[in-house]
Each structure stands twice: as C-alpha cells, then as structure tokens.
C-alpha cells in the first residue's frame, strides 16, 4: 500500500511540473519577457580606477589625485563627496582620467563618491587624520565578555599608582577567566590597557541579581582610606554559595580586592551538631538596597546611593543564623545616605514623622554627580522631585532636600541620559533627548555652569537621526559627545563628535569615522602635546576597529 501511495504522490508531483511549464510557455508566448525595468536611465560610462588612495592617510585641507575613466562628459555638471561632505575641485588639474580635489575641512573618515545626472559612482575609502586618533599603544585586545552576549564596562576608577579599576557587566576580561574563576564585573588594567591582578585579589567578582557593578568609588580619606565602594545590581562577591547570596547591590572592598568583612562568634545556631555554624562571617559594611544602584558618593566619611530602589536594607544580626539572614527595612526611595558601619543617616532624605524617605523623582534617575561642597545633582526622566517642580534635573542641598538656589530654571523638555562636570572648566554638561534647555534651543548636549545656568556662549546645532547618549568635556574646553545620531547640523557625524566650548564642531579632531555604541565613562591624562582619554562603554566601532567596550584616544593641542 504504502509503494501505491509513494507512486501517486511522484505522478501526482511530475504532473503539477507538467502544467507548470506549460504554464509559463504558454507566458513566455504572451510577451512576459519583456525587461520590467525597461525606460529607466541608462548607466552613465564613468568609473572609478583609483582602489585606495596614496597616502593612506591624509589631513584635511589636503589636495588628492585619484584617477577615473569617462569624467570628461561631465565636467561641467558632477559633485565629488567625502563621507557626505562636498569636496572643491581642482578644476586646473581634472580631465577625463583624472580627479583632483580638496579634502574638505570637516571631513571624517569614509568612502569618497561622485555624483553626476541623478547618479553616484562610489570610489575609495578616504582615511582622514587630524588632531584626534585611535591609541594603537593601548593594549586592549578582547576587552570585556560575556557568556550572556552583555559585556559593558560601566565605570572606570583611577588609582594612585596610575591603574584603573573597571567595572560592568562581563564575567571574563581579556579572556582571562575560566568557568570555574570567572571575572565577575570587575578587573584591573594598568596605564597602558594590560590586564592584571597585580595587589588585587577579586576572586569570583559579584554574583546574584544582574551581576553588574555600575560605580567604583575609591574613599581617599578617613578610617577606610584607601578601601572601595561597589554599586550596582549582585547579591555576592566571590561566591556562589547560595547561602552567600547576602549582598544587597552595595559593597565594600578592602585595598585588595577582597571583600571587607566581619567574623562573627555566637551566632544563633539551629543545628548544634553542626558546630562551624556557631560562627559567621559578613560583610562588614552592612548595608544594602532592594534594588539597581546607579552611582555611589563617598563625602565626609558617608556614602550616598542613588538609583532606582525602593527600601534600604539592613542585616539584623541577633536574629540571624549562618544560612538564614533577617533585614531591617526602612523605605527610602532612590537615594540612601549611610554611615562607614552600613548604619542609615536619617538626616538625609528621611521624614522622621513618617518613618520614610520623601517621595523622591517621579521618574528615573539616569545620572548622577556630587559637587566639591557634598551636593548632589540627579538627571533622567522625571518631570518632579519631592513635589516639586524639576524637569529632568535637580540639586539636593545636604539633607535631600531640593536646592532652590540651583538655576537650571524649566530644565530639559526630554531626557538627561548623561551629565559631567569638569573642575577644571568648572562646568557641567549634559547629554540627552531634549531639544530645549531652560529656555534655550539645545538639540541633545547643553553646557552649563555651575550654578545650572546656561552658558550663553554655548550654541549647539541640531542632532538629527538618533540621541545622544553621553556628553563630557575636557580641560581644554573641549567636548565629546556620543550616541545614536548620524548628523550635527549639517555635518554628519555617526555617533561621535567634538565640539568646541561654544558648540561649533572643533576643527581637525572630526576626523574619525563611524561610532557604534555607547559610552558610560570617560578618564583624561595629560600627556606631552596633549591628552589621552580612555572611553568606556558598550563600544562596539569606532573608525574602522572594534575597541571591545575599551577605546584609548589621543587628542592633539
């Protein structure tokens, strides 16, 4: 039976191509061959010979030759492009075989083309140096990663030796982890990018929740000089113990690496005839929140936490047991300021009538900073802060109270994403979605002083095709700014730009290409002649190579 079915099915199969290629003979018959294209323009006879261009690199301003073939029949009526910018022609020097042009002044990295009659003709790519440039010094080779497919480096802390701290969202760094000792969102690299473990002893890194750490805070002074604060989204650090699952997205870490903890003797003990139980060991910073902490500021011998949380938490040690922990909670929503034991200050942000925090933002905070005097300035996407009025930003006096005295007026009229400040220029920027500031146009980066005013000085042009993400600015003055946007005005600018203190694209340090990414932090040295900027983030491109979220910049006065 089974043989009849298979053989009815194959003639069944033969017949249907029978009557499909009778079909489209019988099409063919009718004058379905006729080109569907057909009336469009016929392709002009002009060509590109020039592959790559000689030097590799050039400088804008600079004249270049490349050769062609078929230009004479356009001579009077053809653009040549670099990467969207609009080239001078050496009329003098052009003819039928060859191109001359000027590589304009602000122009970037990327293909060159010519456009004649409604067509383009796309030729080589034109790599354009200037004053800012890769680091080829740098030693980053396969940065941060991630089993997950998430690898962002999230914050970067300078130490007194001239390493760095950086911290994320990775479990292997430089490929240097294994299964059974991952790199758990934090490692050390020196001056030059090289991983290592020099005086550090991380272990396993954080674990639990997102096992993310979003801030590193050295504490410079103090009873704990030279300790560090971690924030962010674990539950653990160098254990996977489920019963060591009692970290709360805040740690302390002693100059080692290790985590800064407490023996404890006499503990409540369910299970006498287990007698390693009678005593514990916790983290001696004993506290915590119940959810992300975004940033986290150390002042006078206290920490602050800021974020998107809903209650501090604190362990209860007399009611609690080598596997079973019991915590205090308090509601303090978004922000927490606690002693160097872990104990709340209840003088910051806290009703004392209402046992509770005041209502805080009424949406995300994005971004945070301290200022020298303790006061914080919060960013993001909230319209109100403790009732009142504060569209996306707002300073708190010393006890969490909204600062009155800080002049940013109506604010953004859409999301602050990033906000920086520079000691040296003793002013702040902010990056975002806005399109006004206070007032003022501002497509997506506003510069401010520090009282929250507008610079007036500071004019920036549209951003189209995208957001910005990050703002920072130099010592110079400087700015660098990021994110998903393809044009500054009309520039294009893929992602990355830098502008000068009065919102004008600085000229010759435009000159890399195509940003693809984001970038959370930046740390500037001064070198000879200049400046070195280590970027951090999710960075995917940057003009042509893969950074793998740690990208060093050199930066020419």
């Not at 602050?416 to 500031?437: D, E, H, L, M």
Request: charged share 15%; glycine share 12%; net charge positive.
């Amino acid at each position: 039976m089974l043989i009849h079915i298979k053989y009815k099915f194959k003639l069944f199969l033969f017949g249907a191509i029978g009557l499909a290629t009778a079909f489209v003979s019988c099409q063919k018959e009718k004058g379905l061959t006729e080109d569907p294209y057909a009336g469009g323009k016929k392709p002009l006879d002009l060509t590109f010979v020039t592959k790559t261009i000689d030097p590799d690199v050039v400088n804008p301003g600079d004249v270049l030759s490349v050769r062609v073939k078929g230009l004479a029949k356009y001579i009077s009526d053809f653009k040549v492009y670099v990467n969207e910018i609009e080239a001078e022609v050496v009329p003098a020097s052009t003819n039928d075989s060859t191109l001359t042009f000027k590589v304009p002044l602000t122009a970037s990295t990327g293909s060159m083309w010519i456009t004649s009659q409604g067509q383009s003709f796309f030729g080589p790519i034109v790599k354009v140096g200037g004053k800012i440039s890769v680091d080829a010094s740098w030693k980053i080779i396969n940065g941060s990663e991630s089993a997950s497919g998430f690898s962002t480096v999230i914050d970067i802390e300078g130490l007194p030796g001239g390493n760095y701290l950086v911290g994320g969202e990775f479990n292997d760094f430089e490929l240097k982890g294994t299964e059974k000792l991952p790199i758990g969102g934090i490692a050390q690299i020196t001056s030059d990018g090289t991983y290592t473990t020099s005086g550090v002893n991380f272990g396993k890194g954080v674990g639990g929740a997102l096992k993310q750490i979003n801030s590193i805070t050295r504490i410079a002074t103090g009873s704990q000089a030279g300790k560090f604060i971690i924030a962010g989204s674990f539950t653990s650090f160098n254990s996977t113990r489920p019963n060591r699952q009692t970290l709360n997205n805040v740690a302390r870490l002693n100059t080692t690496g290790t985590l800064d903890s407490l023996i404890l003797r006499d503990v409540i003990n369910p299970k006498p005839q287990e007698t390693y139980k009678n005593g514990d060991t916790v983290s001696a910073f004993n506290a915590g929140v119940d959810g992300m902490v975004r940033k986290a500021f150390v002042f006078n011998e206290q920490i602050y936490l800021v974020g998107n949380f809903n209650n501090y938490k604190r362990m209860y040690l007399p009611n609690s047991s080598y596997d079973e922990k019991v915590y205090d909670y308090t509601r303090m929503r978004q922000m927490v300021r606690v002693n160097m034991d872990g104990s709340m200050d209840s003088t910051f942000h806290y009703n004392k009538s209402t046992r509770q925090s005041a209502i805080g933002a009424n949406g995300i905070i994005l971004d945070a900073m301290m200022q020298a005097d303790g006061k914080l300035i919060l960013v993001g996407t909230f319209s109100t802060f403790n009732g009142v009025q504060a569209n996306r930003i707002v300073r708190l006096n010393l006890d969490g109270s909204v600062d009155n005295s800080f002049s940013a007026g109506t604010g953004a009229n859409n999301d602050i994403n990033s906000i920086r400040y520079n000691a040296t220029t003793n002013k702040i920027v902010v990056g975002g979605s806005f399109t006004s500031f206070n007032g003022k146009a501002a497509t997506g980066v506003n510069l401010l002083n520090a009282d929250g005013t507008n610079v007036s000085t500071f004019n920036s042009q549209a951003i189209t095709g995208g957001i910005t993400t990050f703002a920072g600015q130099l010592n110079n003055g400087k700015i660098i700014v990021s994110g998903s946007f393809n044009k500054y005005g009309d520039y294009l600018r893929q992602g990355f730009m830098v502008l000068e203190a009065n919102g004008q694209l600085a000229v010759g340090y435009n000159n890399t290409g195509g940003f693809q990414g984001m970038i959370y932090d930046m740390v500037e040295t001064a070198v000879t002649g200049g400046s070195q900027v280590i970027l951090v983030g999710n960075i995917l491109r940057f003009n042509g190579s893969f950074p793998h979220n740690l990208l060093r910049l050199n930066f020419s006065n």
